[in-house]
Antibody, heavy 121, light 107 residues
Framework: QLQLQESGPGLVKPSETLSLTCTVS??????????WGWIRQTPGEGLEWIGS???????YYNPSLKSRVTISVDTSKNQFSLTLNSVTAADTAFYYC?????????????WGQGTLVTVSS | EIVLTQSPGTLSLSPGERATLSCRAS???????LAWYQQKPGQAPRLLIY???IRATGIPDKFSGSGSGADFTLTIRSLEPEDFAVYYC?????????FGPGTKVDI
């Protein structure tokens, strides 16, 4: 059974870097049939796709975040990661990792439980 | 950039009733790349429908999606207590894959 679990600091200072990891169990991130992605949710802005990565390292990002985001995959650990630079309070959100439905890079059929990241000094 | 609007914002119904939720896009969606998700408090969204009308794996047939172009509908036949939740539509054909603001279905 596929499971995804987010991990990382719950508190990040303004202007610093947010880093989260998603550990996948029940399926290899090397599987050629899927992408892996990050989505965030805030009370004000709702749900927002951040980006998606393929096992090869190919990435697609939300244009509004592209200058600050990096998503990478570590096949040896069966994980993929998110870094978001220069964070502000507007980046405070629940962050979810998820698997795409096939090659639809912005459609997600399995999600982690989510992790709250607060940006505050 | 495609913007999605959902109506109504809140739908107050009773168990056993039918729910009809609307999602409208600011422009016609390519290949009907429209999905519906259900989210309960404290949980991640769950994919219900994709391709406007195709049920995701394990989703009961009381959930049905319809529509094309820019107007889409999610129908929940005979509400059960576990169906009271927030429902989001999402277009996934054009970056950045916008989500709608959600419709809350409550008792």
């Amino acid at each position: 059974q596929l499971q995804l679990q987010e991990s990382g600091p719950g508190l990040v200072k303004p202007s610093e870097t947010l880093s989260l990891t998603c550990t996948v169990s029940g399926l290899s991130v090397n599987n050629i049939n899927y992408y892996w992605g990050w989505i965030r949710q805030t009370p004000g802005e709702g749900l927002e796709w951040i980006g998606s990565v393929y096992y090869s390292g190919t990435t697609y990002y939300n244009p509004s975040l592209k200058s600050r985001v990096t998503i990478s995959v570590d096949t040896s650990k069966n994980q993929f990661s998110l870094t978001l630079n220069s964070v502000t309070a507007a980046d405070t959100a629940f962050y979810y990792c998820a698997r795409t439905r096939g090659f639809d890079i912005m459609l997600f059929d399995s999600w982690g439980q989510g992790t709250l990241v607060t940006v505050s000094s | 950039e495609i913007v999605l609007t959902q109506s109504p914002g809140t739908l107050s119904l009773s168990p056993g009733e039918r729910a009809t939720l609307s999602c409208r896009a600011s422009q016609s969606l390519s290949s009907n790349f429209l999905a519906w998700y259900q989210q309960k408090p404290g949980q991640a969204p769950r994919l219900l429908i994709y391709g406007a009308s195709i049920r995701a794996t394990g989703i009961p047939d009381k959930f049905s999606g319809s529509g094309s172009g820019a107007d889409f509908t999610l129908t929940i036949r005979s509400l059960e207590p576990e169906d009271f939740a927030v429902y989001y539509c999402q277009q996934y054909g054009d970056s950045p894959g916008a989500f709608g603001p959600g419709t809350k279905v409550d008792i």
